[in-house]
Each structure stands twice: as C-alpha cells, then as structure tokens.
C-alpha cells in the first residue's frame, strides 16, 4: 500500500471538515479501504466525538509530531466505522509542524490505502503543513457568499504553492432546501463552482440525523441522506461514475 493522502480544508471556519472528513473516511473503510484520519486541528478536538474514539486516545498527534511515542501509538480504531483510524489532535497547544508531519505520513503510508488530514479552518500552521504533504485536497464549504469567497482564497493558496487544478475538488455541506433561489445569498450550484473555481465533488444535504447521531455518540445511519451522499463522495475517490443527485 502507498497511501493517497488528501487534505481536507476550508477558509471559514464550521463549515464541516471534520464531519465529512469522517463520513468520507467510514466509507472508505466500508469500501475495504485502510484509512487513518488524522485531525491538525490543535486544541479545537471534535474528530474524536464523530468517530467515537473520545476518551480512548491515549497519545495525540503533538506527541507523535514532538517525538514522545511512535505514530502507531496514537493509532486508536474507530469504534463507530470498522476500518476507520484515528490520530486525535491534542486538546490544547502544539503546532503542526511540516517536518514532522511528512516524515509521520511516509512511515504510516504503507499501511493505509488513504490517509485524510483534517486541518482547521483558515490558512495557519495546520493548512500549511497538510498542504505541503497532501496529493489531493476537498474544499468542504457551506452555501453562503462568505465560505465561498473563503475557499477561493484557499484554493488559489493551494495553487500558488504548486498543487493543481486537478488536485483540488469542492464539497458542499449542509445544503437546504432553502439555500439556493432568488431570494438566497448564493443562486445554485454553478454559482457555487463558479466562485470557488473547483471542481465538484459531491453535494451533502443538511442532516437533522447527522447531528443527532454525533451528538449520542452513535455512527450515522447509512440512510442518513448526509451519509448516503458522504459515500457517494467515497465512491468518486475511488474513481467509481457516481451521478450527482442533489
Ligand atoms: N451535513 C450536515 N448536516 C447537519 N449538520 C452538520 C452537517 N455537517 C456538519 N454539521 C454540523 O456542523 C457543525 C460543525 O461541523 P464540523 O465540526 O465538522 O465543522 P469544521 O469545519 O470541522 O469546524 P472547525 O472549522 O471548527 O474545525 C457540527 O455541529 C456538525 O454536527
Ligand atoms: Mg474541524
């Protein structure tokens, strides 16, 4: 195995990296795809409550980075998503730092068919190191003018440093039935690809059973619209035609 490493970011932050960088990565793992997901997001933890790994993290990402316990260490599998592991980012401090980080993605890349990155929201220490180390990156961005205007930013970062338009793909999150029209900030879709200037990768619905499920601590129902839509999303990476239905 050589892992594909994808980073998953956004400019504004809440737009929901963290839960479709667990849903993206439970179905994967569904798929019989190893895949470790390790969270940049310093001192703002919530990966371990989506995957249900809270309270089972012994190490975290700043102890592997700073070199106080080896990587698989801090490994904990998801009790939540069969196949699905997590490294957890610390609940307070640490910097991710590139070094580090690149030498910890080439030691675990032999054993995981993807490793996902789930870096905070805006351009610091996190999105700089997880850039520096991903091959692809999925801009997770809500419907509104301003995580849109965000992303662009975002992306043209990523371009500027040397990725591709190829390397980049656009989800939008939370998305109701209210979010597009006249009377919305944002018209439809296009709008949506128009202003971020990446390629769509997938649409996932706003999800009352979504956030029930996290908040009881349970995995997300498969006939969630938000899962069915996250797999679909699992589907496209791995190369499968999967039409858009939004
Ligand atoms: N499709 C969805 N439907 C309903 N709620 C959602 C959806 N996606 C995310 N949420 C909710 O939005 C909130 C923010 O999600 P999340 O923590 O994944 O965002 P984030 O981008 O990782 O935030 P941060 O920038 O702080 O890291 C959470 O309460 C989550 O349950
Ligand atoms: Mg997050």
Same mark, same amino acid.
């Given at each position: 195995?050589n892992a594909?490493?994808?980073?998953v970011c ?5 737009t929901?990296?963290?839960t ?6 439970a ?5 019989n795809r190893?895949?470790l ?5 310093s001192?703002?933890r919530?990966?371990?409550i989506?995957a249900?790994?809270?309270g089972k993290?012994?190490y975290?990402i700043?102890d592997?980075?700073?070199?106080r316990?080896d990587?698989?260490?801090a490994v904990?599998a998801?009790?939540l998503y069969?196949g699905?592991s ?7 401090g640490?910097v ?11 030691l675990?890349?032999?054993f ?7 870096t905070?929201?805006g351009m610091?220490?996190?999105f700089t ?6 091959a692809?990156a999925?801009l997770?961005?809500t419907?509104d003018p301003i995580?849109l205007?965000?992303g662009?930013i975002?992306?043209d970062?990523?371009?500027a440093?040397?990725?591709? &338009?190829q390397d ?5 999150n939370r ?11 944002v ?6 690809i128009?202003?971020?200037g990446? &390629?769509l990768l997938?649409?996932?619905p706003?999800s009352?059973a979504? &956030?029930?499920?996290?908040?009881a601590?349970?995995a997300v129902?498969?006939n969630c619209p938000a899962?069915?839509a ?6 496209r ?7 858009l239905?939004?």
């Amino acid at each position: 195995m050589n892992a594909q490493t994808i980073m998953v970011c956004s400019g504004k932050g809440g737009t929901g990296k963290s839960t479709i960088a667990v849903l993206v990565g439970a179905h994967l793992a569904a798929q019989n795809r190893k895949v470790l997901l390790i969270e940049l997001d310093s001192g703002l933890r919530s990966v371990d409550i989506i995957a249900g790994v809270y309270g089972k993290t012994v190490y975290d990402i700043e102890d592997v980075l700073c070199g106080r316990c080896d990587g698989d260490k801090a490994v904990v599998a998801s009790p939540l998503y069969p196949g699905l592991s997590i490294i957890s980012a610390p609940y307070e401090g640490g910097v991710v730092r590139t070094a580090p980080l690149t030498r910890l993605v080439s030691l675990m890349s032999p054993f995981f068919d993807f490793i996902l990155l789930d870096t905070a929201a805006g351009m610091g220490p996190a999105f700089t190191a997880g850039a520096a180390v991903c091959a692809k990156a999925l801009l997770v961005l809500t419907p509104d003018p301003i995580a849109l205007r965000d992303g662009r930013i975002v992306a043209d970062r990523l371009i500027a440093d040397g990725h591709t &338009q190829q390397d980049l793909r656009l989800v939008v999150n939370r998305l109701r039935p209210d979010s597009f029209g006249r009377r919305a900030a944002v018209y439809d879709l296009d709008e949506c690809i128009d202003t971020v200037g990446v &390629q769509l990768l997938g649409v996932v619905p706003e999800s009352s059973a979504l &956030q029930h499920s996290v908040l009881a601590g349970e995995a997300v129902p498969e006939n969630c619209p938000a899962a069915a839509a996250c797999a679909a999303i699992a589907g496209r990476l791995l190369g499968r035609r999967i039409p858009l239905t939004v």
